[in-house]
């Protein structure tokens, strides 16, 4: 009785799994630039989290980046119907699925716009023993925004 109980539990959840993936969809295709036609090696392929919760799936994320040949493969739910694509430099570009068709070509245009500024900030414990540098303690109360004036204590 065992076995037939572990046989009818083995059938349902190969179903289960047949029907869940029966549910989604593969999309290939590749990423290329609009400058020189070259492909887009690590390029974000996504579908948004709006996206999926119209779909109806639990999923908050869902998304891949494109390989050294800027192609990618990602498996959606059937009801997602559009794609967002992006790289850095790039506008952004949605890609809405056509019937039947399960590869793309996505070409990104450069984007016009560029960098404000950019903040990089880091910490690091040395002796001052091993230091081989010069270092300036700068207070923050002593430079003038908008101005060349800075101080420096030592």
Known sequence: MRKRHLCILICLFANALFFANAANRTITGVVISGEDNEPLIGAS??????ELK????????????????????ISIPEKVTRLHCSYIGFEEQNIIFQTGKDTYRIVLQA????????VVTGYQELERRKLTAAIAKVDVTDGMVGAAKVSIRR
Do not use: C, N
């Not at 109806?56 to 192609?71: A, C, E, F, R, Y």
């Open 45 to 50: 392929v996504y579908v948004s989290a709006d």
């Open 54 to 73: 119209k779909a109806g799936v639990s999923q908050t994320s869902l998304g891949t980046i494109t390989d050294m040949d800027g192609k990618f493969s």
């Open 111 to 118: 984007s016009s716009h560029t960098l404000g500024d950019v």
